[in-house]
């Protein structure tokens, strides 16, 4: 197998196995939502329109190109337009991000729904002090013309809340888009509970979650954080048979 298919068939697994893990973890939409990766030649994968996330192989992975024309669709299912409409977007706009992860949970979504939004709470949630983008909702994400201003909001941030919709984070490689949505979700739920409690609130201090959130950006850039950890995750998948 030449460099480039070798390259090309990791980055398929890797893939495969977000949103099998996605699956897992209960952050999936039945057919909808998406997770796309960045090819060589300015190619892009995405899941097959009519598969669960549980469903989804590195084989049947779809390749499309930065105009959304449909290069390889071994199922020929398709893909979702919504879903090409938003990671297009960013992939374009932003070179240095290979893995563009949405998802519309619950936690998610209610928390998009809230004025105001994502609130310094947990250590999970100062990972995206400051560096948390919004978008406001515009529709089922069809109109090509959104993109333009979905890569403005996203702008340098790796985490978007999508307004009455739902989560996004992108990375340079799938491992820490993945890694990223788990925070995100988390922070999302642990907000959820402490509000239901009716308790007062006690926010984290600009100063101290500046601090933590540069920890964070430290370990990310570490091969000894989040690459171990993306592979620990990737291990989760191993008694499953022919999961990828």
């Known amino acids: 197998m030449s460099t480039a298919a070798s390259e090309e068939r990791e980055i398929r697994l890797d893939l495969a196995a977000a949103y099998r893990l996605i699956a897992l973890d209960g952050m999936d939409d039945g057919i909808d939502t998406h997770i796309s990766a960045r090819l060589p030649g300015e190619r892009f994968l995405l899941n097959a329109y009519g598969l669960r996330f549980a469903e989804v192989r590195a084989d049947s992975l779809v390749t499309v ?51 105001e939004g994502l609130l310094p709470l947990n250590q999970w949630a100062l990972e995206f002090h400051d560096r948390l983008a919004y978008h406001d909702f515009e529709g089922i994400a069809l109109a090509l013309d959104e993109r333009q201003r979905l890569a403005d909001d996203l702008g340098n941030h790796s985490a978007m809340i999508l307004r009455q919709h ?11 888009a993945f890694l990223r949505m788990r925070n995100l979700e988390r922070s999302c739920q642990a907000q959820l509970a402490a509000q239901a409690t009716g308790q007062p609130l006690r926010l984290v201090s600009p100063t101290m979650a500046e601090h933590v959130a540069q920890q964070y950006e430290n370990w990310a850039a570490s091969s000894a954080g989040s690459d171990r950890a993306w592979l620990a995750e990737r291990r989760r998948l191993d008694g499953a048979g022919d999961v990828l």
């Open 65 to 115: 190109d930065a105009d959304g024309k449909v290069l390889d669709d071994p199922t020929g299912l398709g893909i979702n337009p919504a879903g090409f409409t938003i990671h297009s977007a960013l992939h374009t706009a932003r070179p240095d991000v290979n893995c563009v992860l949405h998802t519309h949970t619950v936690a998610g979504v209610a928390i998009s729904c809230l004025e």
């Open 166 to 176: 739902g989560l996004l984070t992108c990375g340079p490689s799938v491992g820490k």
